[in-house]
């Protein structure tokens, strides 16, 4: 599992699980044996637990770690722009100016 994320998804769906349980941040690192600027990490987007610690959080906040788990990989915001299109990156790189040109590898 991955140790950073910019995954909104997680974070969101933590602290949403922590406040619905009115557990505080102090609270829920004690029951972890982790500091509150783990826990403050995780709900800011800016780390992701380990594993295991998934597994206790899930255990702690009453749900099944795939729901936490899950959260991480989940699609992104549908109000996100798709990625571009190759040809429409190329062209907005020759709109300025540039001349591309693709070669195949062999």
């Given amino acids: 599992m991955p140790r950073t994320s910019k995954s909104p998804v ?14 505080t941040l102090v609270a829920l690192a004690d029951l972890l044996g982790v500091s509150v600027a783990s826990v403050w990490l995780w709900e800011n987007r800016k780390r992701v637990p380990i ?10 906040l009453a749900v099944e770690p795939s729901a936490l788990v899950a959260a ?4 992104p915001d ?14 907005a790189i ?9 070669a195949s590898r062999r």
């Fill in 94 to 102: 020759e709109a300025k100016g540039f001349r591309v040109q693709i």
């Fill in 51 to 60: 594993a295991s610690t998934v597994r206790r959080l899930a255990k702690i």
């Fill in 72 to 75: 991480m990989h989940a699609a």
């Fill in 10 to 23: 997680f974070g969101a769906r933590l602290r949403e699980l922590r406040q619905a349980r009115k557990m």
């Fill in 78 to 91: 549908p109000g996100q722009a798709p990625p571009p299109d190759l040809q429409d990156l190329i062209r």
